[in-house]
């Protein structure tokens, strides 16, 4: 199933969307693997697999730190891809969200086969705007990989309609001007941003990241957004764990009152 | 032959540059590119930055015939005395340019990483001058290399903010000040330190540091009558290297070296030399040479030199060199702490260890020059900041940290 139709589907079913996060190869390869799992069955409709990179611009100190450690213990650019595929395989959709550097020393278009034979069904590339990325949206578009750039609070309407137009399956609204991590609070700024990419294509699917970490934050962004994008406190229950499985049940935990917040949007 | 007026409209040196950031930050970008460009044609700034570089940084910085040097290296040397401006180095050019910016779009705070601290020191000078709050990111390992600039920058009002992530150096200090920036946009703007990163970046900080250059140029053929045979600088991020190579640019007799880094040298792996030991990729906003793993993943750079320790380099020096209008070459840490001391002992002039890889460059091409010009060669070598602030460091290297003199004159060379 495409992304396009996973949140169509969504919509029929009057709800929003749930993405959760997990950094490839975290703590290891067999584990990630074990948490992106476990993410799915409780409740997270895709999975979105972060590729570890040394200067995560866009990331806060979570995601990070577990990147770092993913790095440190060996995980390369092919496993990210053997975990896809191994995820992918176990029904679970998947979507993968990568700074550029990594892409394009690999080879953009060799990239774009390798992601899409390992079951991905798009990419979402935060340190890359359209207006850089033609070589990417030739390749997406020869391997049917959606592509999901990123708006943000201080995009102008130009750049939003722009923006959308080169995406395919979701656009990745950030709520708030900051980096990734939860917040105590969702951003202000989140619904009208949501608004001016409707108004710029009303059908494209809005995923909106940065800042929710909680069932009720799921909630109330799940009232005017068509995802729900969590990487943060997901992560930390795997980073802050004493061992593994209790990494395992946090996860679950915390994927299914996520799951239940999307069920049931804040009106 | 007339060169093409680079970057392009979207910040591109041929397939160098451009915009590698999250959308948050391409607003800020559009906004400091369109005050740019009105700063740029307007009389009236541009009377004010001149007036704070002659009145306030002491430039035209000298340009000084070093005739003990020359004599010893067979070469005419010629030192463009960057380190004689207030701050002690090129980057004054840069943060007052900036710094005014910054006041002509009302931001209030600025922020800025540094690695050695020299731009660090340099950006709190100019928020201090300017009344701008200034915050400056820094790895926590040059916090402690650097103590003593770290002292500078917080007698100058600024906060100095410890980066604990990834190397603790200045790659992870600009990761840093871009997350500031991501989540400050509105009230601050980023007075980045070198002629990198995105888009109007290396163009903007090349424009306020090539002054270097201009001024060469006219001391050079009032003071010998003619252009050198060659320019060499240092280059870290570049911004040294682009500000006195650009007006050099369409002399095409003259010929252009950039020597980088080479740490314990290129072979080993332990170097920041970024075009002659990495290859292109996207690093801090911008496509560029990066020293980078086989899967495009940062490798950590290595130099001596705090200030040329960035696994990055400037946009513009990755197209003059894929166009071969410059050479770039390593300098190994051993090249460049013999020319520190060479300059030392024969000019009495202490040398950033980042400058004294330039001189260690310019002794390494002068044989050259002589045997392929058939005359003695002149060669103008930035001394782009002067050694203070690595006394520690060079000191450590002779070993005469000592109260008892250990270095006996001739020796440890």
Known sequence: MSIAEIFHKARAENRALLIGCMPAGFPTVEDSIASMLAMHQAGCDVIEVELPYSDPVMDGPVIQRASDIALARGVRTRDTLKIIEAVSNAGAPVVLMTYWNPIEKYGVNAFARDLAAAGATGMITPDLIPDEAGEWIAAADEHRIDRTFLVSPSSTDERIAMTVAQCRGFVYATALMGVTGARTAVSSQAPELVERVRHANPGMPVGVGLGVGNGAQAAEVAGFADGVIVGSALIRCVLDAPDKATGLSRLRALSSELAEGVRNPAK | MSAPVLPDLSGHFGRYGGRFV??????????????????????????????????????????????????????????????????????????????????????????????????????????????????????????????????????????????????????????????????????????????????????????????????????????????????????????????????????????????????????????????????AGVLHGARTYVLQDSDGQTVESHSISAGLDYPGVGPEHAWLHDTGRAEYEPVTDAEAMAAFQLLCRTEGIIPAIESAHALAGAARIAPLLREELGRTPTILVNLSGRGDKDVHTAGAYFGILDPVETLVPGENS
């Open chain 2, 22 to 279: 999250p959308e948050a930050l391409v607003r800020a970008l559009d906004e400091l590119d369109a005050a740019y460009r009105t700063a740029k044609t307007d009389p009236e700034f541009q009377a004010e930055f001149r007036n704070l570089l002659v009145n306030y940084a002491g430039t035209p910085s000298l340009l000084y015939r070093a005739e003990r040097l020359s004599e010893k290296l067979g070469a005419e040397i010629l030192l463009k005395r960057e380190d004689l401006n207030h701050t002690g180095a090129h980057k004054v050019r840069n943060v007052l340019g900036q710094a005014l910016l910054a006041k002509r779009m009302g931001k209030p705070r600025v922020i800025a990483e540094t690695g050695a601290g020299q731009h660090g020191v340099a950006s709190a000078t100019a928020a201090a001058l300017l009344d701008l709050e200034c915050v400056v990111y820094m790895g926590e390992t040059d916090t402690e290399r650097q103590a003593l600039n770290v002292a500078r920058m917080r007698m100058l009002g600024a906060t100095v903010v410890p980066v604990t992530n990834g190397s603790r150096t200045l790659k992870d200090a600009l990761n840093e000040a871009l997350r500031d920036w991501v989540a400050s946009v509105d009230t601050t703007h980023y007075l980045l330190g070198t002629a990198a990163g995105p888009h109007p970046f290396p163009e903007i900080v090349r424009d306020f540091v090539g002054g270097i250059g201009i001024e060469a140029r006219r001391q050079c053929l009032d003071q010998i009558g003619r252009l050198p045979d060659a320019v060499a600088a240092c280059v870290g991020g570049g911004s040294n290297a682009i500000g006195i190579f650009h007006a050099f640019v369409p002399d095409e007799d003259v010929q252009l070296y950039g020597f980088e880094a080479g740490g314990d040298g290129v072979a080993t792996g332990r170097h920041a030399a970024s075009i002659t030991g990495g290859s």
